[in-house]
């Protein structure tokens, strides 16, 4: 791969061969996503895995599709919030930078209680993995995986979006498995340098079709220029139509932002 410090490198498969048309979902930076239009319009149930302190994304899948929400994450426990409680409130006194925004912090279990408040928007406190593992801290009737879920909620007319820092490639066989109803979804892939292969066979996998990628600027780059952290969309084939060449711009100006605000999104060449 050829060196240049204005560019990340990336492999031909990587590089979306279709479009639809997109829209992006969350909050400004971080935590924002692309995703299909039309799948705001077709999905019956969001399933979220990972949730952490921001549900900009399901609050605003919610606004624009009405679909029901489920939110899947074992680590936001009241033990989380008083932690994150506690650490604003020394930041504070500490007098350390973004005042206003650390004060905003101390209210946000509210905000979670609220969203989090009825059987159309619910956050299930399990770890997702496969019913059978085992985990020290974690008690196997505690584990939940994708056919329990959608046998208990709907596997019908599903959008799944992931973002579970690096627990993502134990799931990929259960996504592959269940994927006839996916009006959509998006993945954010960690430790792309090491799991190439994975993320590769996957894609290759998969009946949808990768419309749109993005480089997470808070994962670090290798000396090849290559990023550790990708977030990519795959929209259903129905929705989508062939790219020209000079359709693969990445970042997209429009869309795109960065993840970390405080550096520039970095241009993508394909090899």
């Not at 639809?20 to 692309?34: A, E, F, P, Q």
């Not at 209680?113 to 928007?121: D, T, V």
């Not at 600027?217 to 929209?235: A, H, M, Y």
């Not at 139509?241 to 997209?252: A, M, R, S, T, V």
């Amino acid at each position: 791969m050829k060196e240049n410090k204005n560019f990340i490198n990336l492999p031909n498969f990587l590089k979306p061969a279709f479009k639809t048309n997109l829209v992006r979902i969350g909050k400004k930076n971080d935590g924002g996503y692309c995703i299909p239009k039309t799948s705001l319009k077709n999905t019956t149930i969001l399933y979220s895995f990972g949730l952490g302190d921001d549900w900009s994304f399901e609050k605003n899948f919610k606004e624009s599709s009405n679909s029901k929400i489920i939110c899947i994450d074992h680590s936001v426990t009241l033990g989380f919030w008083f932690k994150r409680f506690i650490k604003t409130l020394v930041e504070i006194i500490g007098l350390q930078k973004n005042l206003k925004e650390n004060v905003k912090k101390l209210f946000t279990f509210f905000n979670y209680k609220f969203f989090f408040n009825n059987s159309e928007k619910i956050h299930i406190k399990n770890f997702f993995g496969t019913v059978g593992d085992k985990m020290s801290d974690i008690k196997n009737t505690n584990i939940i995986d994708m056919t329990k879920i959608l046998k208990q909620w709907n596997n019908k007319n599903f959008f799944i979006k992931i973002d579970i820092e690096g627990n993502e490639y134990r799931i990929l066989n259960q996504i592959l498995q269940n994927q006839k109803e996916l009006t959509g979804l998006v993945i954010e892939f960690h430790n792309c340098d090491l799991m190439f292969d994975k993320i590769k066979l996957f894609i290759e996998s998969l009946s949808l079709d990768l419309v749109h990628i993005h480089v997470n600027n808070f994962g670090f780059i290798t000396k090849d220029r290559f990023p550790t952290v990708l977030e990519l969309t795959f929209s259903p084939r129905e929705y989508n139509l062939k790219k020209e060449y000079e359709e693969n711009i990445f970042p997209d100006p429009i869309l795109d932002q960065p993840n970390n605000k405080n550096e520039e999104d970095i241009n993508i060449i394909f090899n």
